[in-house]
Every structure is written in structure tokens, then in C-alpha cells.
């Protein structure tokens, strides 16, 4: 065998090179249309006009229809009232929509190709180098590293693969009853390579052309799924998750439960849930009490109905693409294992798709009300809207309780940015009463990772403030 067919440094060069002539044309077109568009303002509201149709057209039957969590059920927009999403009474309209899901169901599918083209981007950058970098880059087998990251890409695929099927078995099933939807259902089935058969799902031959259409969201949120479904339930980061779980726990068993009400009179909320390791902790810590986990995002709540549905464990490689700090390669193309065997969903346990601050609980009158937030708060553009959704909690219980553990790493265009000394005499001013607050900012005491990789030169980790808080405001 030729040297070069053995050598994987020479074939990702000689791969390389046929693809970047078309990359290069394809990029030329591309440079020349942007110009043109530039340049001609009638061009472009020609040109931006017709895209809009063309994605309008498939788009503007599935962005009316709702979609009911936890089922997937689908819902007309003009039903949705109250009687169709109870958790989420304070729609007319709006809320997640089929659209929204099979947006984010085609990030997901893009993974490997988006993955796979910023692996060859980086490939492209060192033909900018000397021949003698280039040959002592191929000595080190830098080539052979990108190869290696494609097949932690692919593997990593393969679990999205299955999160996607997960997620198009339950949409299909949800609503076979309802003829209304069949078509479009199967249509979302088969742009992801699936047939609906007698309501099950069937695979396509890989060699079928499945429909190419692009997600408008960064591949950022589909890497961070996957990374938080590791951060939620694989053992590996039990040291990130436990002394958050301890906290609240040991906060609701020792000062809110035990003190006379029965245990099924008390809902716990979780706003924010991520992938949902959090929520399930509570619901098995806490099996007579219901938990209501509200997360907004399509492609985090995709990923907790997958962990809490699926039953095998799964190998993840989160780091496969990180490619600074590492000491080693072996150690950025580790795989973690999802444990998800070990997390079935509880039935005390009711995880929703939606804004926390459309969020009402669907009983009127609990005992008590205990909010969980862990890295949260500082997730709000407007945090008075949080806490006025946290406090109109009191209108569905006697006793709301509020615990909190997090950092204050404020994001999303915040429109104000407190202290923890401001929040908490913010709490007070609005009828909170703290029954704890502490701050945890001591690194020789151990300080919170957040998705950190240990084995890396790059550690994030967060002071966390924990507070406990009784609202006592008969307003
Ligand atoms: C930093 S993450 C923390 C996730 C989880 N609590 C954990 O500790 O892993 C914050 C989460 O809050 C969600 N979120 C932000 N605003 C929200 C809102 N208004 N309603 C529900 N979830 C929201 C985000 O999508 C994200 O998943």
C-alpha cells in the first residue's frame, strides 16, 4: 500500500485538498452574491424577500401549532387556553411551538457536519504555515488529532442520533390519535431519515437523501446539552451536583417537611431545571411530593426528556473539541458515561417546557410551596420578574419557601446586576424573610465547578451564594 493511503496526516491532506477546492468555489459564490447584495439594495429585498417565502411557506403551519409538555402533545394555536396547557394558564398564545422543536431537532442533526467543518477549518489554517511547520505538525500526528476528534465528533453523533429518535418516537406517539397532525409528523420524521410505520418509527437507508435545511442557532447550545447531560448524570461531576443537592435537601428535610403536613400537600419547583439531574434528585429524595421542573430551552428540555426516558447508559466525549488547556490528547477525547440507566422518571416528578415566569402550579392550595433555584437567578434579563413569579407562587399555597444555590455571573443583556447584599435586602424589602443566607467563597474550602474538565489546564470555579428564604408578605 502506498505510503500516503496508510498515513492518515496525508489522507486528512489529501481529503482536504478536494474539499477545499469545492469549499473554495462554493466560498467564491458565496463572496461574490454578498457583494452584489451589498452593493444593490433592491437586490437585496429581492433576494432576502424570496428566502423568507421559501422558509416561510414549510415554517408557518408548524409555528402555530403548541406543544404540550411533558406528553409532546400537539395543540392548535387558537386551542390553547388554559384547559390544554395547565401549568401554563397565563398563554393566549405563544409558549413552545412544534417549530421551535424541529428547529432544534435539526441542530441537533447538524452536529457532526458543523463539528466535522470547524475540525477542517482548523485543518485549512495551518496550510497557511511553512513546509517545514507543516512537516513537523505531521511528525507530531496534529493531523492525525483532527482524524481522532472527527471519530469523538461521530461517536458523540451517535448519542444525538438516539436523543433525536427519542424525541420523534414520542411526538409520533402522543399523537397518533390525531389525524390532524399525521403529515406533518411524518414529514418532521422523514427529514431526519425516519418512516412512520403503524406508529413506529423506521429507519431509512443511510444512502436516502435527507432534505439539507439549516438551523439558525449556534452549535454552542447543542454542545452544551451534551456536556450538561454529563454535568447531571454521569459520576464523574457528582462533585459539581452534590453539594448543590445537599443544600436544598437537607433545607427542605430539616426546616420545611417534618412540622406536621403531610408530605403530598407540598410541591416543589424547580425553575430552570437544565437537563433535570437536580429535579430528579428531589423527586426521589422527596417520593410524596410533586415536582413541577420548568426549563426554557428546547434543546436542554429535549435532553432531559431523553435522560429521563431512555435506559441505557451512554458514553459521551464533551471535550472532544476543546481544544485549549488540554495536557494530552487521550484526555480531550475521553468519554464520560451518562449514567442514565440509574435515572428513570419518577412519577412524583413533572418536567415542563416552558417560561418560569408563565409558570402557575395546577392545584390551588399546597400546604407549601418550596422553590429550588441552583444557577439561576443570574440567568434573568429583568430579575424583578423572577421575583414576582416566585412570589405569585403564594397565591396557590399557606407557607412559600425559597431556596437558592448559585453564583451571581449575570448574562443575557441583564437589565440590573445585583450584589448579594443588594438581593438580599431586596428580599426583605418585598416581605421575604431569610431563615440563612451564607456565601461559599473560600477556595481553600472548595469552591463549585461548573462543567469544568479536571484533567485540563483551564478550571472554572464559582462562590456560591446560598440562601434560604421564607416569604411572609399577606399582601
Ligand atoms: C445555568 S443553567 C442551570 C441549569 C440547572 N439549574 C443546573 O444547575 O444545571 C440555567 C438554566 O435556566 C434556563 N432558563 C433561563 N431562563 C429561564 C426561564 N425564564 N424559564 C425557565 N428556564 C429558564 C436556561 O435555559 C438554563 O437551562
Redesign the pocket.
Known sequence: MPRSEKNPDIQYCKMAQASSLTTNIALALVVVLMTLLRQNKSLQKWFVSNVEKLLSKKSSTTRKVNILSPTLKLARDEKSTGAYQPNFPKLSSGGPTLFELTQNLVRLHEYRARGESYNGLLFQRTRQLGENSQDQLRQLGYFTKLVKSNEGIRENAKIIDKIIEHTLTKLVRSNEHDREFTEEIENICGEHGYEVRDGHLTQLKSSSQFPVVLSQGSQNAVHEALA?LC??FSSYYSKERDP?QKFISNRIKNHVVGSGSPEENNLIV??????G??SHGLSSTFPHMRVDS????AL?YICNLFALGYDRDVKIRPFTQQYSGQTEFGNQLRALSADLSKFNQCDNLNPLW????Q?SPNAKNFDKIIVC????I???ENVFD?LASIEALKGYCKELHWVNV?PLKYG?KPLVQFTGDELKRLRKMRGWKDLVQTYEVDYSKGLNG?LTDYESMYQGYYGLLKFHSVFENSD
Open positions: 450538561h454535568r447531571d448543590l424547580v425553575p430552570g431545571a437544565g437537563v439531574g437536580l420548568i426549563e426554557l430551552s436542554m416552558g417560561d418560569f415566569r409558570y433555584s441552583a444557577y439561576f443570574d440567568t434573568a423572577y448559585g443575557t461548573y
